[in-house]
């Protein structure tokens, strides 16, 4: 399916989402801003855009693989969702795990977004449920391997 998803920007330095390769799941998110992350700690990272997502979808901030791997920064509330209604700026909650300063610079790539469909759901109340070959195993209850 493939879907319109209008991109406003709040600020002279924002860019437009783009996918590096063709077929990619997700569009990078670039930071309007400078700042350093020290270790352990979060920023909220402007990004200067505002979406306007179509009625039944989703976006989901994902961290970056190549940050995470070089310099343990991820995405702290990942993913991060943002509803079809929402319309304020986009922002990205970072965290750095390393033990090194991190600074975000301007026009850097920080996450990626990606838009997804989302299921409309009835939740019903209920006494009973059927079995099912799982049951209430639950955190670890498939084994170790």
Excluded: C, W
Excluded at 6 to 11: G, I, L, N, S
Excluded at 31 to 36: A, F, Q, R
Excluded at 72 to 91: A, F, M, Q
């Amino acid at each position: 399916m493939e879907y319109n998803v209008k991109v406003k920007y709040t600020h002279p330095d924002a860019r437009l989402p783009y996918q590096a390769n063709k077929g990619d799941a997700g569009f990078d998110l670039f930071s309007i801003e400078e700042t350093t992350i020290k270790p352990g700690e979060t920023a909220l990272i402007s990004t200067g855009i505002m979406l306007e997502l179509p009625n039944g979808t989703e976006a989901q901030v994902r961290p970056r693989s190549g940050l995470a791997i070089k310099h343990s920064v991820t995405v702290l509330n990942s993913p991060g969702t943002i509803d079809e209604g929402y319309r304020g700026e986009v922002k990205v909650i970072l965290i750095n795990h390393g033990k090194q300063d991190f600074k975000v610079e301007k026009h850097m790539r920080i996450a990626q977004m990606v838009v997804a469909s989302v299921a409309n759901v009835n939740l019903v109340q209920a006494y009973e449920l059927t079995n099912s070959e799982r049951g209430e195993g639950g955190f670890g209850s498939s084994g170790t391997d």
